[in-house]
């Protein structure tokens, strides 16, 4: 595992208590008997001698292989409820990956609370590594755990994402949508990232979310948008609305063959 620069972000704030813990007299106890069962741990005096190995492992493959058994056996050891140390271990080497998701969430869906999403990710770690998936991993075992990591956290920041969109389209009505750019959507990643996959998966063709795009983003007049179309304001209304509609749908996770027929826009 890499280095990182410290900061207080609620990922950091817990790596420190879990050190300082570590280095607790009574935590200094249930290493030393945790050492004293695995001949793949016993190379390690101290706790902070493990962490050090593991998140500074050498460049050699020999080196890297040795770091993952030894986070393999910390992760084996960790399924039994009375070595909680070994957990802490485990989340402390993982600690690297822990802080770049997180804050790569963060950024990218700013929505989302640093709260939220730490205690997602470290939720999610712990079930990974309690898992028969990985139960059964034999190698790769960091790379295996990060990457399950990394997915399950992706998928449940726009599962949150989307939540908070319908949850403005919900709240919306035509009138309001011609009223300021602003108050429906989002501008930024959050939006972009929805109507792009609303756009891939068919749900916006190229005209509907070039007009939702200077209907809200541009905040263009329904007014001169109507004009352009060659249609009445009150029809270029209506068609936003039923657009607006099957965003709603989508945002539900409603499929594309769920939609009735009769919901397409002209």
Same mark, same amino acid.
């Given at each position: ?135 059964? +991993?034999? %190698?790769? /075992? !960091? =790379? ?10 992706? &998928?449940? #920041?726009? @599962? ?69 179309? +060659?249609? %009445?304001? /009150? !029809? =270029? ?10 965003? &709603?749908? #989508?945002? @539900? ?14």
């Amino acid at each position: 595992m890499n280095a990182r620069p410290s900061c207080s972000c609620p990922v950091c704030e817990l790596e420190y208590a879990l050190l300082s813990e570590l280095n607790h007299g009574g935590h200094k106890a249930n290493f030393e008997l945790l050492i004293a069962e695995s001949s793949t741990l016993s190379a390690f005096p101290t706790a902070n001698d493990l962490l050090t190995e593991l998140r500074h492992p050498p460049n050699a493959d020999d080196g890297a292989t040795a770091s993952d058994e030894v986070l393999g056996e910390l992760i084996r050891l960790s399924r039994n409820p009375h070595r909680e140390t070994a957990r802490q271990l485990v989340l402390l080497i993982l600690m690297p990956a822990i802080h770049r998701t997180s804050s790569q969430i963060a950024y990218g869906f700013p929505s989302l609370s640093r709260d939220d999403i730490a205690q997602h990710i470290l939720t999610s770690v712990l079930d990974i590594i309690s898992s028969q998936t990985m139960a059964a +991993q034999s %190698s790769h /075992v !960091a =790379f295996a755990v990060t990457r399950a990591m990394r997915r399950t956290a992706f &998928r449940w #920041a726009i @599962r949150e994402a989307d939540r908070a969109l319908t949850s403005n389209l919900d709240e919306t009505s035509c009138e309001e949508l011609s009223t300021s750019p602003s108050t429906t959507f989002e501008p930024g990643v959050l939006l972009g990232e929805f109507l792009s996959r609303c756009l891939s998966a068919g749900l916006l063709t190229p005209s509907e979310h070039e007009l939702l795009m200077l209907f809200k983003i541009q905040g263009v007049s329904s007014e001169v948008l109507a004009a352009q179309q +060659q249609i %009445s304001d /009150v !029809a =270029f209304r209506h068609r936003m609305q039923r657009v607006i509609e099957r965003l &709603r749908q #989508a945002a @539900r996770g409603v499929r594309m063959s769920d939609r009735p027929a009769n919901t397409a826009v002209a």
